[in-house]
């Protein structure tokens, strides 16, 4: 399948990651209020939140070199399966080293999924099409976050805290498997035919040392970081406030909606600005208005945050992406990309039990003042990053020219 063409794949891709991701989604603010039930503070939730991300950060590269070197689609369905198992099982699990194990699985699920989704994406996107792909691609995700966390604040509450989060997580495991409906009709016809010198490989060191490759991976890992703990201490703000579960709910889905119109408009906003300034302003102001959440506002204004932080976030994750895969060199595309995923799960890791420390010693919503600064670090990064000169995903270019590595971001 020449790059470019007959996008059905990426359509059938979106649907599937819709699901996996409405399961994750749905799961992880369900782990939170099953592990506070079960008797958890703020650390135990940020440990568990972390072990999401910690098999994962160990996996990433060796999945990636694999996929460098061959067919990215196996991982696809392998990703489903432990997702289901892991959301699944976390709902039978009554003891908070278990769930934490449980969320492992799914934090594994989870990667294979994306490293084989982002994968699929590179190779069967033109160069012109990648920012614009993988925009539509990363839809998938903020489709999953806007369903699931309702869906989740549907079904938890009342006086059997524990009952009501152990169904939700098994809905969850049900939700995943649905992603197969989808995934049996992607085919991956651009697998690498034959490895590079005889199987040699790109030195992680040379990945690292090209030009934005470093900048991609710490732009994501903030704004994952970002994501990921909005998700997993939301819900404890809303303990403390008293916002009731199903208005939580309600508040991660206007985030991920206001994700969706982000991604939606990502090419004209690219044609506007520049993929550089486009990440300074906004990652600026999206580390502004993280910290905003730790101030006692009303769940109105906290509604209004969350839908511009939501729109602000929407932008990091595919553009870098993008940036990752054009400064990659040849025959190391996907090991690039996962290595920015080990950098975002890294970023999970630590995020959570870092947030976990400081919400015992500040206060739950401290930890947002931590991501503020984050982002804030990330929006001079993303000032400083060159750009490539090319055109805007959706206009093709008149004259195909190969790419050269040093004018790769």
Not at 64 to 92: K, Q, Y
Not at 118 to 145: C, K, M, W, Y
Not at 295 to 317: I, N, S, Y
Request: glycine share 12%.
């Amino acid at each position: 399948m020449r790059p470019g063409r007959n996008r059905g794949w990426l359509l059938r891709l979106v649907i599937a990651f819709s699901f996996a991701q409405g399961a994750v989604s749905m799961a992880r603010p369900a782990v939170s209020y099953r592990a506070l039930a079960l008797g958890a503070d703020e650390r135990a939730i940020g440990v568990i939140a972390g072990v999401y991300a910690l098999l994962p950060l160990f996996a990433a590269v060796p999945l990636g070199r694999r996929t460098d070197h061959g067919r990215c689609a196996p991982l696809l369905p392998a990703g489903v399966v432990l997702i289901a198992g892991g959301c699944a099982l976390s709902g039978t699990a009554h003891s908070l080293p278990a769930m934490a194990a449980w969320s492992g699985v799914m934090g594994l699920g989870h990667l294979c999924f994306v490293i084989g989704g982002q994968s699929l994406v590179a190779r069967q996107s033109a160069p012109h099409e990648q920012d614009r792909n993988f925009g539509h691609f990363t839809i998938g995700v903020s489709l999953g976050q806007l369903i699931g966390p309702i869906a989740a604040g549907v079904l938890i509450g009342g006086p059997d805290m524990v009952g009501s989060s152990a169904l939700a997580l098994v809905v969850a495991g049900a939700v995943a498997t649905v992603s197969f409906t989808s995934l049996w009709r992607i085919e991956d016809r651009t697998a690498v035919k034959s490895r590079t010198a005889q199987g040699e490989r790109v030195p992680v060191q040379r990945i690292l040392r090209a030009r934005g490759v470093p900048a991609g991976i710490f732009i994501s890992l903030a704004v994952l970081s970002a994501t990921d703990v909005l998700t997993a201490y939301l819900p404890v703000v809303g303990e403390h406030r008293d916002i009731a579960p199903s208005v939580i709910g309600v508040l991660l889905s206007l985030r991920a909606a206001a994700t969706i119109a982000c991604r939606l408009v990502l090419t004209p906003l690219l044609r506007l600005l520049g993929r550089s300034l486009l990440l300074t302003v906004t990652c600026l102001l999206g580390g502004v208005l993280c910290a905003g959440i730790a101030l006692p506002v009303p769940v109105w204004a906290l509604a209004l945050m969350l839908v511009v932080l939501g729109f602000c976030l929407g932008v990091g994750q595919p553009l870098s992406m993008t940036t990752v895969v054009q400064a990659a060199p040849d025959g190391a595309r996907s090991t690039a990309l996962a290595l920015r995923l080990t950098g975002n799960r890294l970023g999970q890791v630590a995020a959570p039990a870092t947030a976990g420390l400081v919400a015992g010693v500040a206060g739950v919503a401290a930890p947002f003042v931590m991501l503020g600064v984050l982002l804030l670090i990330s929006s001079g990064i993303a000032l400083r990053s060159p750009e490539k000169s090319a055109r805007v995903s959706g206009e093709a270019p008149r004259v195909r020219v190969p790419l050269r590595r040093k004018s790769d971001i």
